[in-house]
């Protein structure tokens, strides 16, 4: 069974510019979420869909950044413009319960650096 | 969501058990606890998951006092290659995907 792919690994984009991350959850997954770590700081929830569906987008710091799920598979996070604050690893995870996280598979994680 | 507390680091040695464990002061009725780990240039792996006393797994044994404000990740005779950064979580079913995974235990196992 595939686990949850995530692309590109590493993304190196100059200030103002776009960068669309993608990411592949298990197939079968309802629930997809994502998360980034900035500045070595802890590993912190930015969203989650049930399909394709916001369940919770909370934690997206603002309206720079919009993800999208079509279709209730895989989905993209869009930064636009981005800022070198939004340097770091933004990590995509999946799960199957219906209740949204007993256990989270994550992928490897897309690595993004702002000049 | 509630708040856990973990070493910053530990080393231990190849062969020995290595014991983690997590303050959770504030957790709620319906939270359960569960516990990642994570490799360099990976994302989280889950390890184990429990709600109270005892949980144990092929890889990890997971121990919960009955008050639940702490946890233990006991890991078997670790080696080499469970040098990982372990973390712990605490949510209910609707919101543990939500929750912050802090700053985790940087586990070290030397030779």
């Known amino acids: 069974e595939a686990g949850v792919t995530q692309f590109p690994s590493h993304s190196v984009i100059e200030k103002g510019q776009t960068v669309t991350l993608r990411c592949d959850p298990i197939s079968g997954h309802d629930n997809l979420y994502w998360y980034r770590r900035v500045m070595g700081k802890e590993i912190k929830f930015l969203l989650h869909f049930v399909k394709e569906s916001k369940q919770d987008e909370s934690g997206m710091p603002n309206n720079r950044f919009l993800a999208e799920r079509t279709g209730g598979t895989y989905s993209t996070l869009k930064v636009q413009p981005a800022e070198l604050e939004d340097s770091g690893v933004y990590f995509c995870a999946s799960s199957q319960d219906s209740t949204g996280a007993e256990k989270l598979f994550f992928g490897s994680g897309t690595q993004l650096s702002v000049l | 969501l509630a708040k856990t507390t973990q070493p910053i680091s530990m080393d231990s040695y190849e062969g020995q058990e290595v014991n983690i464990t997590c303050s959770h002061n504030n957790i709620a009725t319906n939270d359960y606890i569960t516990w990642y780990q994570q490799f360099p240039s990976q994302g989280p792996r889950f390890i184990i998951q429990g709600y109270k006393t005892k949980v144990t797994n092929e890889v990890a044994s997971l121990f919960i006092p009955a008050d639940r404000k702490s946890s233990t990740l006991s890991l078997p005779r670790v080696s080499l290659s469970d040098t990982a950064v372990y973390y712990c979580?605490?949510?209910?079913?609707?919101?543990?995907?939500?929750?912050?995974f802090g700053d985790g235990t940087t586990l070290t196992v030397k030779p």
């Open positions: 979580l605490v949510g209910d079913e609707v919101n543990a995907g939500k929750s912050t």
